[in-house]
């Protein structure tokens, strides 16, 4: 069974929130629910490794998605089309901008332990 993290959006006079807590976890989806949310930009990273799990850019409507990383082989290379949901060790870091003015939405991650 998933688990579900929720993070209120609420964006400041410039169109921008930031938030970043702790997380332990491997994110199976991300469920971007708009609300008033003018077409954002929206990077979401773990904060202490950097890896990325989601970077999009004019979001319009309510979207899912399911964000992957590259498998490695024992050497540390890529393995060509073989991909894995994300595992977040350190920091869950949301970045959104150019949402406008004190406008808000959620965003949903489905993660397992």
């Known amino acids: 069974m998933g688990l579900l993290r929720r993070v209120d959006v609420l964006t400041d006079s410039s169109g921008n929130f930031t938030s970043e807590e ?21 990077d979401i990273t773990d904060g202490v490794y950097g890896t990325s799990l989601l970077s999009v850019n ?24 073989a991909y894995a949901s994300p595992p977040i060790f ?6 959104v901008t150019g949402a406008g003015n004190a406008k808000s939405g959620t965003i949903d991650l489905l993660f397992s332990r």
């Not at 979207?63 to 050497?75: A, C, E, F, H, V």
Request: aromatic fraction near 4%.
């Open 58 to 81: 004019g979001v319009a409507a309510n979207t899912l998605y399911r964000p992957g990383i590259q498998l490695q082989d024992d050497s540390g290379a890529g393995i060509a089309g």
């Open 90 to 95: 350190g920091t869950l870091k949301v970045v």
């Open 22 to 42: 702790v997380f332990r976890g491997t994110v199976e989806a991300i469920e971007v629910k708009i609300g008033t949310l003018s077409t954002p930009d929206i």
